[in-house]
């Protein structure tokens, strides 16, 4: 049995209510209070968590447990995106938390905890995925959305295939281009944010999303929006 009850809560295939849904683009008159509201969600999840971690460094075990909670179904994402299947992002994200754990005294508090944690998640999945030997996995289709947002006026196995073109295309995209695109598009994750967690220029950032959106494009065999 698992030692971190809270992971028997991540569903098999496919993110919680909670999960990241892309929120529409702000009109130039309320730009500002966005940017605002913003800055102090991520104040707030800061505060959040150094309080998580005190309590955990404290010797609270509920501590660590409010902040896996917090970040397990994002952890998940990642796991899933590199390892491929279900089975083997679970196994990723259970060593994942145990590393983190062991090692949360070296976490530097004035820093944002989701790029520290990443980091980690990532590692422990591309190990997954080499120990098991897994080129390919099962991914959840229901996370695939169309690229440039339309509904989808096509049938129900027209639209399927589309969906399955798309994960194809996702799933084969190289591994440094379909990480960059799943922080972006299934993490929600900002540009510097994904520049911080890997590690690559802002640069690299952009460039590696364009490159993911064309090939995608043309795997799925829609036209190009760029």
Same mark, same amino acid.
């Given at each position: 049995?698992?030692?971190?009850?809270?992971?028997?809560?991540?569903?098999?295939?496919?993110?919680?209510?909670?999960?990241?849904?892309?929120?529409? +683009?702000?009109?130039?008159?309320? %730009? +500002?209070? +966005?940017? $605002?509201?913003a800055?102090?969600?991520?104040?707030?999840?800061?505060?959040?968590?150094?309080?998580?971690?005190?309590?955990?460094? %404290?010797?609270?075990?509920?501590?660590?447990e409010?902040?896996?909670?917090?970040?397990?179904?994002? +952890?998940?994402? *990642?796991?899933?995106?590199?390892?491929?299947?279900?089975?083997?992002?679970?196994?990723?994200?259970?060593?994942?938390?145990?590393?983190?754990?062991?090692?949360?005294?070296?976490?530097?508090?004035?820093?944002?905890?989701?790029?520290?944690?990443?980091?980690?998640?990532r590692?422990?999945? =591309?190990?997954?995925?080499?120990?098991?030997?897994r080129?390919?996995?099962? =991914?959840?289709?229901?996370? *695939?959305?169309?690229?440039?947002?339309?509904?989808?006026?096509?049938?129900?196995?027209?639209?399927?295939?589309?969906?399955?073109?798309?994960?194809?295309?996702?799933?084969?995209l190289?591994?440094?281009?379909?990480?960059?695109?799943? =922080?972006?598009?299934?993490?929600?994750?900002?540009?510097?944010?994904?520049? $911080?967690?890997?590690?690559?220029?802002?640069?690299? *950032?952009?460039?590696? =999303?364009?490159? %993911?959106?064309?090939?995608?494009?043309?795997?799925?065999?829609?036209?190009?929006?760029?």
């Open positions: 049995m698992s030692p971190w009850p809270f992971l028997r809560r991540i569903p098999a295939n496919k993110p919680d209510d909670g999960g990241y849904v892309p929120a529409a +683009a702000p009109d130039a008159a309320d %730009a +500002a209070d +966005a940017a $605002a509201a800055a102090e969600r991520e104040a707030e999840e800061r505060r959040r968590d150094r309080a998580d971690i005190e309590r955990a460094l %404290a010797g609270d075990q509920q501590g660590f409010d902040l896996m909670n917090r970040y397990r179904q994002r +952890a998940y994402g *990642v796991a899933l995106g590199l390892a491929g299947n279900h089975d083997d992002a679970m196994d990723a994200v259970q060593k994942a938390f145990i590393r983190i754990h062991r090692t949360l005294d070296r976490f530097q508090t004035e820093r944002p905890f989701f790029p520290w944690l990443y980091r980690i998640v590692n422990a999945a =591309l190990n997954q995925r080499r120990d098991e030997k080129h390919r996995g099962d =991914l959840p289709l229901e996370w *695939v959305k169309q690229p440039d947002g339309r509904p989808d006026p096509l049938s129900e196995q027209e639209a399927q295939d589309l969906l399955e073109r798309l994960w194809a295309g996702i799933g084969g190289p591994p440094d281009l379909r990480e960059v695109f799943l =922080l972006y598009h299934f993490q929600g994750l900002k540009y510097r944010e994904i520049a $911080a967690a890997c590690g690559i220029p802002l640069g690299t *950032v952009m460039s590696r =999303l364009h490159a %993911a959106r064309r090939r995608l494009h043309a795997a799925a065999g829609l036209e190009d929006a760029s």
